[in-house]
């Protein structure tokens, strides 16, 4: 079975500050993973995924998400942050069929 | 132009009443899938349909129905609305190459509200 737990509903950082969101998963089958993000009013747009090739997996915007199997994570960061990084952001694995499980979501505010 | 269009964006309806969500896709994907967006419990499937004549359920497929008129268009119909489907549905699309690990697409959803 498939899953995925994120650790957090509510993360706060300071503009410039590191951006650090927790996923862990749970597969049977090795996992392929992903972050997305869901802007105000806005559907779900990709921000990276993992697919075995390299664990450390850049993606748009400046983040990226390193894949430690022996931890069962998929942490998401970004050195520093912005402004527009303000978001809802779901992690999620996909199991057979391709069916997404997701996380049940983290929201960043950023202070100025 | 989106890729991933779904109709209407908002609506408000009564109790009983019979709902259809439309969703159409221009990115030329057999998968299709419906899920529901909860306050503190991300994103769940509804279902999902993997071609024309081949629909399944999700993990939470009771009090809905859908319907895949076409490749490109996936429809999720609620037969009598009641208050506690009342949430922000979204549509997605993937290729239908892979099995396992390929993108979802999403629509920009609908917000329903049922009174």
């Known amino acids: 079975a498939q899953s995925v737990t994120q650790l957090g509903s509510h993360v706060s950082v300071s503009e410039g500050a590191l951006v650090l969101l927790r996923c862990n998963y749970s597969?049977?089958?090795?996992?392929?993973l992903f972050w997305y993000v869901q802007y105000p009013n806005q559907g779900l747009q990709l921000l990276l995924k993992?697919?075995?090739?390299?664990?450390l997996v850049k993606g748009i915007n400046g983040f990226e998400a390193e894949f430690k199997k022996s931890e069962t994570s998929f942490h998401l960061t970004k050195p520093s942050a912005h402004m527009s990084d303000a978001a809802e952001y779901f992690c999620a694995v996909s199991g057979p069929g391709n069916q997404f499980y997701f996380g049940t979501g983290t929201s960043l505010t950023v202070i100025p | 132009d989106a890729d991933v269009t779904q109709t209407p964006r908002n609506r408000i309806t009564k109790t009983g009443k019979r709902i259809m969500l439309e969703c159409s896709q221009t990115?030329?994907?057999?998968?299709m899938y419906w899920y529901r967006q909860d306050p503190g419990l991300g994103l769940r499937l509804i279902y999902y349909?993997?071609?024309?004549?081949?629909?399944n359920k999700g993990e939470i497929s009771d009090g809905y129905s859908v319907s895949r008129q076409a490749q490109a268009k996936f429809s999720l119909s609620l037969e009598s609305a009641i208050p506690n489907q009342t949430a922000l549905y979204f549509c997605?699309?993937?290729?239908?190459?892979?099995?396992?690990?390929?993108?979802?697409?999403f629509g920009p959803g609908t917000r329903l509200t049922v009174l």
């Open positions: 997605a699309t993937s290729d239908p190459d892979r099995t396992l690990g390929d993108t979802q697409y």
């Open positions: 349909s993997f071609d024309v004549k081949d629909i």
């Open positions: 597969s049977s089958v090795p996992p392929y």
């Open positions: 990115k030329g994907h057999d998968r």
């Open positions: 993992y697919t075995s090739a390299a664990t």
